[in-house]
C-alpha cells in the first residue's frame, strides 16, 4: 500500500509558474514510474508526464518545453515544475505510483490559471 500526498497547487495567471510536490508514504524503488495525470471539468484525466530517471521522462504535447518532471528517490518526491501556464492548464492535479503492479493515486490539487 502506498499513499501520495500532493501539494503547491493554487491560483496563477497566465504565463506565471508553479512547482507541484508530490511525497510517498515508503520507499519507492527507482525503477517504479512516477508521474502526473490532470482532469479538467468535463474532460477525461490525461497523461501530463511521467519519470523513470533523469533520463527516462515523458510528457504531453500540450505541455512539452513548459512543464518539468523530477523525482528525489532518497525523499520518495516527485515534483512537476510549471512555468508559461497557460488557463487550458486549468485542472485538478494527480500524482501517481505504479508500484508492484498497481497503480496509486493521490488526492489530487487544483491548479487555476486565470487573469
Known amino acids: 500500500q502506498v499513499q501520495l500526498v500532493e501539494s503547491g497547487g493554487g491560483l496563477v495567471q497566465p504565463g506565471g509558474s508553479l512547482r507541484l510536490s508530490c511525497a510517498a508514504s515508503?520507499?519507492?524503488?527507482?525503477?517504479?514510474?512516477m508521474g502526473w495525470h490532470r482532469q479538467a471539468p468535463g474532460k477525461e484525466r490525461e497523461l501530463v508526464a511521467g519519470?523513470?530517471?533523469?533520463?527516462?521522462?515523458n510528457y504531453s504535447d500540450s505541455v512539452k518545453g513548459r512543464f518539468t518532471i523530477t523525482r528525489d528517490n532518497a525523499k520518495n518526491m516527485v515534483y512537476l515544475q510549471m512555468n508559461n501556464l497557460k488557463p487550458e492548464d486549468t485542472a485538478v492535479y494527480y500524482c501517481?505510483?505504479?508500484?508492484?503492479?498497481?497503480?496509486?493515486w493521490g488526492q489530487g490539487t487544483q491548479v487555476t490559471v486565470s487573469s
Open positions: 501517481y505510483v505504479y508500484f508492484n503492479g498497481v497503480t496509486y
Open positions: 515508503r520507499s519507492i524503488f527507482a525503477r517504479n514510474i
Open positions: 519519470i523513470i530517471s533523469s533520463d527516462r521522462t
